[in-house]
């Protein structure tokens, strides 16, 4: 009799399995194969020509996307919770791409100011010669209502920016682009990452309860100077020689997208702590906003033995 395993993948099952068939069978390669190739085969012209109508999704060309790159692209929207996620050659690339999408000529874009070279070229000779018009606006969003108009498509916004580390207001902005039904893109390449270490939260935590909620969390996770002080003392502090003289049943909890105490940290402690329990789940430092249900039952189950 058939059975199916219902339970919801982990993050280090996604890591080696997301995106890839079922590799079952004698001979069949355990490593995701790599597409060294520039093009692809049709078995005929009337495949090309469902192609070339956007009829089918085959590979045609290496640029446009491969095998390799789907199953890459699969895997990071599994670990991150995603919809989809779309892979690039550069910053530059994953920018305009973006951009380009979203817009066409007689579209109008708001900017924050204060960009990356890169960025603030593409806007300022690149969207010109294709009538595409650019606001500025400063990193503290002042007179931003003055801009925007039916013409207005995207709201674009660098957090911190490049090279002068100036906040923005990004829930301000959020409001202002929901308000106006606008598209919001923002370049910050560690914003779920340092969002994650600062809330305890797994970055697939926050996207699964979206954008309004995660700002409405980082208001309770300030970094006050009590937080700092007990960071600092993490650091600082060395507990290894004490863990032989704890005599009292422990339970020890790691998890494997802590982002505040890798779960290495958590393997280490189990080992020095001579008879302890050891418990993984797969999620991010403050298990019991994420998995209560599982966090709960670990721990009775521990307290009743």
């Known amino acids: 009799m058939k059975t199916t395993n219902s339970r919801p993948r982990g993050s280090q099952t996604n890591a080696v399995h997301a995106g890839e068939g079922n590799k079952h069978g004698v001979g069949v390669g355990v490593g995701t194969a790599i597409a060294r190739t520039s093009t692809f085969t049709f078995s005929s012209t009337e495949e090309m020509k469902l192609w070339a109508e956007g ?3 085959a590979y045609i060309y290496t640029r446009y996307g491969n095998p390799t790159l789907a199953i890459a692209e699969q895997k990071i929207a599994a670990l ?4 989809a996620a ?5 910053g530059m690339a994953a920018i305009s791409s973006a951009l380009l999408g979203a817009l066409k000529c007689g579209d109008e874009l708001i900017s924050t100011a204060q960009l990356y070279g890169g960025t603030y070229r593409l806007m300022r000779d690149v969207f010109s010669g294709l009538g595409i018009k650019v606001h500025h606006v400063g990193t503290d969003l002042d007179g931003i209502e003055k801009l925007v108009n039916s013409h207005t498509r995207v709201l674009y916004v660098e957090s911190p920016t490049n090279p002068t580390v100036r906040l923005v207001d990004v829930e301000k902005a959020a409001q202002f682009a929901k308000k106006h039904k606008l598209f919001v893109i923002e370049d910050n390449a560690e914003a ?9 939260f797994s970055r697939s935590y926050l996207i699964s309860i979206g954008h309004d909620a995660v700002e409405d969390n980082t208001k309770f996770m300030q970094p006050t100077p009590g937080v700092l002080r007990q960071i600092d003392l993490n650091l600082r502090l060395d507990i290894r020689s004490l863990l032989p003289r704890v005599q009292a049943p422990s339970l020890v909890i790691g998890c494997t997208q802590d982002a505040t105490m890798p779960v290495e940290n958590a393997r280490r402690l189990h080992a020095g702590l001579a008879g302890s329990d050891y418990v993984e789940l797969d999620t ?22």
Do not use: I, M, N
């Not at 779920?192 to 305890?200: E, I, S």
């Not at 991010?284 to 033995?305: I, S």
């Open 80 to 83: 991150e919770g995603a919809e």
């Open 284 to 305: 991010g430092h403050v298990v019991v906003f994420e998995q209560p249900e599982p966090f709960t039952a670990t721990v009775l189950d521990f307290l009743a033995v």
């Open 86 to 90: 779309v892979v690039t050659a550069s």
């Open 192 to 200: 779920f990452g340092r969002l994650a270490t600062l809330t305890a």
């Open 55 to 57: 009829k089918s999704k």
